[in-house]
């Protein structure tokens, strides 16, 4: 199996991963450095400030059920897109707020787009472009990561700067969540399946049933068959039984008589060709209804 990666295929990874990682820098990562700065400015106390951080984490758990839905109706290409403008408008609002309900508004608006652009979008590219799908799924997770470092380093970098606060860095966000948002956008629709509903796949896939995997675990085998002194001595008798006793002899038409089975009848029956040849009468001769007895009886008179 080769395990050379496709360059669309990996580009698409690196895109999606790379908006990840400056979704998480430019919300969770950043607010938390630049919380302090706006409550100095607006007259805020803790307690205020810290329930846009809890609103903020409460919209994106209960909007986690949001993106598949689009998904099977948009596509993951315009569900990324509409999550990358729900983004902006967020981060463009934080720019501009002046009071609590604006600001619990834009961190409600930054919690619905943030799992359109995160894990879940992530995960079907992945599943549908990769085999390995642990490993891709493993780069992913460690690229977007890494945006919990870069997020604080990119505010204390813009307020470093002369002339900036943080009304501008949140400014610079939008901005640059928008162009990644596009630039991303543009780099998912280079596989066209992915600007189609996935409704579509699902339903391609259900109008042409693949024949059902079965798995290992799922065959059964037969116990194994112990090699001991009483297997071996039933084994032979069966193999005798089976070769050399005689089963159900076959008449003319759709009838069958039994024959008796006794030792008598066994001995007469398999006798040398010799013996046969001496006008004795043979056990296929006897009526059905005589017992092997009255044979014994009959020849001696």
């Known amino acids: 199996m080769s395990t050379k990666i496709p360059f669309k295929a990996g580009s698409q990874l690196v895109a999606m991963s790379s908006l990840e990682l400056l979704l998480a820098a430019a919300t969770y990562s950043s607010l938390g450095v630049v919380l302090p700065f706006m409550v100095m400015d607006l007259d805020w106390n803790w307690a205020q400030a810290g329930f846009g951080f809890t609103v903020l984490g409460a ?18 290409r315009n569900t990324v897109l509409i999550g990358g403008l729900l983004a902006s408008l967020g981060l463009y609002l934080l720019h501009g707020v002046n009071s609590l309900p604006q600001y619990y508004i834009a ?23 990769f085999q390995r ?49 596009v630039l991303c956008v543009i780099i998912i629709g280079l596989e066209r399946r992915f600007s189609r509903p996935a409704r579509d796949e699902l339903i391609a896939q259900e109008a042409d049933p693949v024949a059902p995997t079965i798995m290992p675990d799922q065959v059964e085998t037969a116990p194994p068959r112990s090699q001991s ?10 193999a005798w ?6 089963g159900p002899q076959k008449t003319r038409g759709s009838r069958r008589r039994s024959v008796p089975q006794c030792s008598t009848y066994r001995r007469r029956r398999f006798r040398a060709p010799h013996a046969q040849s001496n006008g004795r009468q043979t056990g296929s001769s006897r009526s059905p209804g005589t017992s092997c007895s009255g044979n014994k009886r009959q020849r001696e008179s």
């Open 59 to 76: 919209v994106t758990g209960v909007a986690s059920s949001v993106p598949p839905l689009l998904i099977r109706r948009l596509g993951v």
């Open 107 to 129: 961190a409600a608006i930054c919690g619905l787009a943030y799992p359109m652009m995160a894990s879940i979008p992530t995960t079907f590219l992945v599943s549908r472009l």
């Open 133 to 181: 799908q642990s490993t891709a799924l493993g780069v992913a997770a460690t690229i977007s990561g890494m945006g919990t470092v870069v997020g604080p380093l990119m505010v204390l970098g813009v307020l470093a700067l002369q002339g900036q606060t943080w009304r501008n860095y949140w400014e610079y966000q939008a901005l640059a969540i928008l162009a990644a948002t």
């Open 229 to 238: 002194w009483s297997h071996t001595a039933q084994s032979s008798r069966d």
């Open 241 to 246: 039984d089976r070769r050399y006793r005689p």
